[in-house]
């Protein structure tokens, strides 16, 4: 599954490049199967039965309820759920990647977060275990895994790969972080759930990024101004006068 590219290097001979995707895939592929085997613990142990450590865990959150915490946690909920999750954000994500001239990302992410989507959505109605009982919320059904952590972990891994830059990596884990927390918090998901979650984002993330691999290099390789900036060059260069003949 690895991929040589060749490209010329400061203009030179052209020099060869290769992607691995191989052990990349084969550690993603881990990464699901590590979900499938969390599910099946917690669905023959039966559903309805936290671990305890997740039960002690939920207490403190409950106890430590409050105005300050509960507002930014509703904010976090609206955001990663719901129609939000579904339209308004992937828009907003594909809608900037195009303006930013990246087609394949766009697409590579929308693959994503339908495949992510479709895997919590067949999890959730197979192991169907219940939500916790200090909930603050009303989420849909299934409590394992949690779809918003999922969106969450997605959505970092996508935008890290596609950009590859160390903030966008630590800000992406820093929202998933604080995404799985939120759930955990408003009382919608136990803490294994959230961990579910956001395994199924990063795996499903990786697994994608492999047939978009060369793609992706590729435009992340070329120079890629926003749309209102060429469009800014080409107004200029039209309204200079051209060297027409004398």
């Given at each position: 599954?690895?991929?040589?590219?060749?490209?010329?290097?400061?203009?030179?001979?052209?020099?060869?490049?290769?992607?691995?995707?191989?052990?990349?895939?084969?550690?993603?592929?881990?990464?699901?199967?590590?979900?499938?085997?969390?599910?099946?613990?917690?669905?023959?142990?039966?559903?309805?039965?936290?671990?305890?450590?997740?039960?002690?865990?939920?207490?403190?959150?409950?106890?430590?309820?409050?105005?300050?915490?509960?507002?930014?946690?509703?904010?976090?909920?609206?955001?990663?759920?719901?129609?939000?999750?579904?339209?308004?954000?992937?828009?907003?994500?594909?809608?900037?990647?195009?303006?930013?001239?990246?087609?394949?990302?766009?697409?590579?992410?929308?693959?994503?977060?339908?495949?992510?989507?479709?895997?919590?959505?067949?999890?959730?109605?197979?192991?169907?275990?219940p939500r916790p009982t200090e909930i603050l919320v009303t989420?849909?059904?299934?409590?394992?895994?949690?779809?918003?952590?999922?969106?969450?972990?997605?959505?970092?891994?996508?935008?890290?790969?596609?950009?590859?830059?160390?903030?966008?990596?630590?800000a992406g884990s820093v929202y998933t972080l604080l995404m799985?927390?939120?759930?955990?918090?408003?009382?919608?998901?136990?803490?294994?759930?959230?961990?579910?979650?956001?395994?199924?984002?990063?795996?499903?993330?990786?697994?994608?990024?492999?047939?978009?691999?060369?793609?992706?290099?590729?435009?992340?390789?070329?120079?890629?101004?926003?749309?209102?900036?060429?469009?800014?060059?080409?107004?200029?260069?039209?309204?200079?006068?051209?060297?027409?003949?004398?």
């Open positions: 599954m690895d991929e040589k590219i060749t490209e010329i290097v400061d203009g030179n001979a052209p020099a060869p490049v290769r992607i691995a995707r191989l052990w990349w895939v084969i550690s993603a592929v881990g990464v699901l199967l590590l979900v499938v085997l969390l599910a099946a613990v917690i669905f023959y142990r039966q559903a309805n039965k936290p671990f305890g450590f997740e039960v002690e865990w939920m207490g403190e959150f409950v106890e430590a309820r409050g105005p300050i915490w509960t507002i930014p946690a509703l904010i976090f909920n609206w955001v990663g759920g719901g129609i939000s999750s579904l339209v308004i954000v992937p828009l907003v994500i594909i809608g900037g990647l195009l303006i930013w001239r990246r087609p394949w990302a766009a697409l590579y992410y929308a693959c994503a977060a339908v495949a992510s989507v479709s895997v919590v959505f067949v999890i959730k109605n197979v192991v169907g275990r989420p849909d059904f299934g409590s394992f895994p949690s779809g918003h952590s999922a969106n969450a972990a997605l959505i970092a891994t996508t935008l890290g790969i596609i950009f590859w830059r160390t903030w966008v990596w630590v799985m927390l939120s759930r955990t918090y408003l009382g919608a998901h136990w803490i294994s759930d959230t961990i579910g979650g956001m395994l199924v984002g990063v795996g499903v993330a990786v697994i994608l990024w492999a047939p978009f691999a060369f793609l992706l290099y590729r435009e992340r390789r070329r120079p890629h101004p926003p749309i209102w900036v060429r469009v800014k060059h080409t107004e200029a260069a039209v309204a200079e006068p051209g060297d027409g003949p004398t």
